[in-house]
């Protein structure tokens, strides 16, 4: 937080919403059945969870619902909350439970704990030989 400043590590949170997104759509194999729906099943669910959070503020559901949309459709998470200018503070909190809830998931999709912390070092790592 101090070298990036607050705006960078709520955008960092952002993007990490959608890298997550993305996997869990992507991992899920079996019959078709099966399969999470992100617009009928994956966003609803980790919406329903938020009140479960104290502090998450209700206000900012919409704006979340938004990165988990864009997420879902494939687009750049990034950009598509940066239309909307600065991440206020209380919106950035529930982006970050949103983050909790969707590597609780992961882990569990793919009955690894831990699995979530492996792809984000992974994307990390990625990231730096692509930059240098």
């Not at 709520?10 to 919403?17: K, Q």
């Not at 569990?108 to 831990?114: A, D, I, K, Y």
């Not at 492996?118 to 930059?131: G, I, Q, Y």
């Amino acid at each position: 937080m101090d070298t990036y400043g607050r705006e960078e590590v709520s955008r960092g949170a952002v993007f990490l919403v959608g890298v997550l997104t993305m996997h869990i759509i992507g991992e899920q194999d079996g019959e078709e059945e099966d399969r999470l729906d992100p617009l009928s099943d994956l966003i609803p669910a980790v919406i329903r969870k938020l009140p479960g959070f104290e502090l998450a503020d209700p206000a900012q559901v919409p704006m979340v619902t938004g990165v988990l949309m864009a997420a879902a459709m494939g687009m750049d998470t990034v950009t598509w909350r940066d239309q909307f200018g600065t991440i206020p503070a209380k919106e950035a909190l529930v982006h970050n439970f949103v983050l909790w809830l969707l590597a609780d998931l992961f882990d569990s999709l793919v009955e690894q704990p831990g699995a979530t912390d492996l792809l984000m070092r992974e994307t990390f790592n990625s990231m730096a030989v692509d930059s240098g």
